[in-house]
């Protein structure tokens, strides 16, 4: 789990500090997570995965690779249509990617105007 917590902290640009704060908890904590010393509480699963953007199944690895491919895909088109400065473009296919995963960070990042990734 602290390599899945690790990859998604790092894909959304978020510190250990941040997540920490969102969570009510210290950094120390989220470190020991990721190095593996130490495992999430479990009532904290829930606002974990809604803050990295995935399910609790996926940050226990279940499902990962299939919902990574769907989340590339969009971060591809969103290139594309980026490149395009195809704004309503981006809106309408950010609007599907929070459709589909609902609070995925960057897709939230995206549809607010972060045109630029």
């Known amino acids: 789990m602290g390599a ?17 704060e969102y969570l009510g908890i210290s950094f120390q ?6 190095n593996g010393t130490a495992f999430p509480d479990i009532t904290l ?3 974990l995965a809604n803050f990295l953007g995935v399910t609790a199944d996926e940050l226990f690895g279940i499902g990962v690779q299939e ?13 594309r249509l980026s490149s395009l400065g195809d ?3 981006i809106i309408a296919l950010m609007r599907g990617g929070l459709e ?13 105007g972060g045109w630029a990734g």
């Not at 899945?4 to 920490?20: P, S, Y």
């Not at 904590?29 to 990721?34: G, H, I, L, R």
């Not at 960057?106 to 549809?111: P, S």
């Open 4 to 20: 899945i917590i690790i990859r998604l902290r790092k894909k959304h640009d978020v510190t250990q500090e941040k997540l920490a």
């Open 29 to 34: 904590a989220v470190s020991k997570w990721e």
């Open 45 to 47: 699963i829930p606002a």
């Open 67 to 79: 919902n990574q491919r769907k989340v590339d895909e969009y971060e591809r088109e969103y290139a």
């Open 87 to 89: 704004i309503k473009g």
């Open 100 to 112: 589909q995963f609902p609070k995925h960070y960057r897709f939230m990042l995206y549809l607010a």
